[in-house]
């Protein structure tokens, strides 16, 4: 079974930089666009970036020119460089693939707190 596993969340002054990383257990990224998504209290999960298999990347608004999904194939490692965090991105953060069908269990995710 595919396992996915985020991490490098934290806590971040307004303006500050994360990046998040999101190790899978098999090649998966390589076969499969791939996303980050967040949900914060109460709010539905979100998509926020996505990478196809050809390397285009789309972004959700709020994120746009901030946020840059990338991935290594190599290593099964999916990356988010999130910069300019503002207390609104504040929430937990997953990775998994676009497509419903090809949907892996969800990871615990990783923790991203925006606070001064």
């Known amino acids: 079974q595919v396992q996915l596993v985020e991490s490098g969340g934290g806590l971040v002054q307004p303006g500050g930089s994360l990046r998040l990383s999101c190790a899978a257990s098999?090649?998966?990224?390589?076969?499969?666009?791939m996303g980050w998504y967040r949900q914060s209290p109460g709010k539905r999960r979100e998509l926020l970036a996505s990478?196809?298999?050809?390397?285009?990347?789309n972004y959700a608004s709020s994120v746009s020119g901030r946020f840059t999904i990338s991935r290594d194939n190599a290593k099964n490692i999916l990356y988010l460089q999130m910069n300019n965090l503002k207390p609104d991105d504040t929430a937990v953060y997953y990775c998994?693939?676009?497509?419903?069908?090809?949907?892996?269990?969800w990871g615990q995710g990783t923790q991203v707190t925006v606070s001064s």
């Open positions: 098999v090649t998966i990224f390589s076969g499969n666009a």
């Open positions: 998994n693939t676009v497509s419903i069908s090809s949907r892996v269990p």
């Open positions: 990478l196809t298999r050809g390397g285009s990347t």
